[in-house]
């Protein structure tokens, strides 16, 4: 959208998470918080997108870098939510059109929701859109006050009054802002509340006063305004990634044994027809072709399985590929920049490493295959190790096509 902007919030110390890392780098089902975020922002279309940062701030700059359209403000000191919004002045001010307000913490938000909230912004021309929730258990959060079914204000849990704190319509930090009217706004807010810090709900108030228009778009499952806090709550919004992944997977025609011991990363990829045991991790940027099966206990990182594989029990694949029909197992360990071609066989505790191994190769056991070019058709006897440093640099093992290797042979 060419009048939208989307400012998303960094700049907090995380103290909850006892942790030397920026909170929002702190993975969920695999992917750092702050990039689920960003990926249903942009998937808006914005003309700008601008993250306020803070606390380990180079640290959170370098883990974005490959974000290479994101702008970057310091707010330090941090003082507030308002506060913070208030350091972007130099890129958005005098601009035209909104500003999608966003918490870097707060990542299970879908894009179809942002979408709405942008929507109804645009449609009723009003100051600011508020994201609103009802739930069950408010405590901790803000409490949507309303008179004659208009938003009133925003109060705050610290500063709320009993009878307010029983309100279960809480804020979720999520706004909209018409920009005309924004700085001028945030310039006037005070600091006369429980933390002594310039709360962004006070801009509601304000507006209410001078009378412009207050709406908000209310969520149907509240999950997706979780924040993360700490080291619990990280879990719980992995757990519920998770659970959604699976059940996704599942009405795809994928054969999950028993989802709650399966933990699978948001951006894997299964193919139809695949069976997964019990106990599996499927991590990373993996994809799994049709008709595989993977067994119990296995761990498969960032790596490609064409159709047809057969992952036998308590193997750990990393940065590999896998051809149609291989089999793999049980416990063996397939290490980075190993390609097994179509039918390739390894069985128990072997070890591959920067390996390629042609079409139809058996390695059955007991072996370990190092920065080696095996052909088509080999055997590999039980024992084999390729030797290949020197003691100065890793050299070339080639194996041809056809060739027998017998059992416990060193190959230097």
Not at 63 to 73: A, I, M, N, R, T
Not at 80 to 93: D, F, K, N, S
Not at 117 to 140: I, S
């Amino acid at each position: 959208m060419s009048d939208l902007h989307v400012v998303i919030l960094a700049a907090g110390k995380g103290t909850r998470m006892k942790s030397s890392r920026p909170k929002v780098l702190h993975r969920v089902a695999g992917r750092p918080m702050i990039e689920y975020v960003l990926g249903a922002a942009q998937s808006l279309a914005p003309r700008t997108t601008t993250v306020v940062v803070g606390h380990m701030k180079e640290r959170l700059q370098q883990g974005l870098e490959h974000y290479p359209d994101l702008s970057f403000v310091t707010q330090e000191p941090q003082l507030g939510t308002g506060h913070a919004l208030l350091q972007t002045a130099g890129i958005l001010e005098g601009q035209n059109g909104f500003v999608l307000l966003l918490s870097g913490d707060v990542p299970l938000l879908k894009s179809h929701t942002l979408a709405a909230l942008v929507n109804k912004h645009g449609e009723t021309n009003a100051a600011a859109t508020v994201l609103t929730a009802v739930v069950d258990q408010p405590y901790g959060y803000g409490r949507i006050v309303r008179i004659k079914g208009r938003v009133s204000r925003i109060v705050e849990e610290r500063d709320a009054s009993p009878a307010q704190r029983k309100i279960r319509e809480i804020n979720s930090g999520v706004y909209v802002f018409s920009l005309a009217p924004l700085f001028e706004a945030l310039r006037g807010l005070a600091t006369a509340n429980a933390q002594g810090e310039y709360y962004l709900t006070d801009l509601i108030s304000t507006y209410r006063r001078r009378r412009r228009g207050v709406e908000t778009v209310m969520l149907e499952d509240p999950d997706e305004i979780r924040g993360i806090n700490s080291r619990s709550e990280l879990a719980e919004a992995s757990r519920i990634v998770r659970q959604k992944k699976n059940e996704e997977l599942m009405a795809a025609g994928v054969t999950i044994e028993d989802p709650a011991t399966t933990y699978i990363d948001d951006d894997v990829l299964v193919g139809a027809d695949t069976v997964i045991h019990p106990g599996v991790h499927l991590e990373g940027k993996t994809q799994i072709g049709q008709a595989c099966e993977i067994h119990a206990g296995v761990r498969i990182i960032n790596s490609v399985l064409d159709d047809r594989v057969t992952v036998q029990n308590f193997c750990v694949i990393n940065g590999g590929r896998l051809g149609a029909g291989v089999t793999i197992g049980p416990f063996a360990h397939v290490r980075p920049d190993t390609h097994l071609h179509e039918s390739v066989h390894i069985g128990n505790f072997v070890e591959l490493k920067k390996s390629t191994l042609g079409k139809g190769t058996k390695a059955g056991h007991l072996s370990y295959l190092g920065d080696s070019v095996i052909g088509e058709g080999v055997n590999i006897g039980a024992g084999t190790i390729t030797c290949n440093y020197d003691g100065t640099q890793k050299n070339l093992t080639t194996i041809e096509d056809g060739a027998f290797i017998g059992s416990d042979t060193q190959l230097v």
